[in-house]
Nanobody, 120 residues
């Protein structure tokens, strides 16, 4: 079975930086894309950034120029470097992977989330 585990969340002052990591493990055959979503209190979950196995990226307008997504395909790991953090970035950040398993299963998998809190 596939597992996605996030790490790197925490409390940071506005203007500071954090780096999130997400490692996928299990019976993985290939990963088509990985990404980061976030959900703030009282709001819907939204896409923050995504990256394909080939390196193509997509960012939410609210984080362009501040966040950078990257990946290590050999380690099935995706990272999110978050700079110039703002209080409105406060949310639970979830890792997502579009992948195929060694048993021929295709689907969308999610991590349990990591809390990011940005104080004023």
């Amino acid at each position: 079975q596939v597992q996605l585990v996030e790490s790197g969340g925490g409390l940071v002052q506005a203007g500071g930086s954090l780096r999130l990591s997400c490692a996928a493990s299990g019976t993985i055959f290939s990963i088509n894309a990985m990404g980061w979503y976030r959900q703030a209190p009282g709001k819907q979950r939204e896409l923050v950034a995504a990256i394909t196995s080939g390196g193509s990226t997509n960012y939410a307008d609210s984080v362009k120029g501040r966040f950078t997504i990257s990946r290590d395909n050999a380690k099935n790991t995706v990272y999110l470097q978050m700079n110039s953090l703002k209080p409105e970035d406060t949310a639970v950040y979830y890792c997502n992977a579009d992948l195929s398993t060694m048993k021929g299963e295709d689907g969308d998998y999610w991590g349990q989330g990591t809390q990011v809190t940005v104080s004023s």
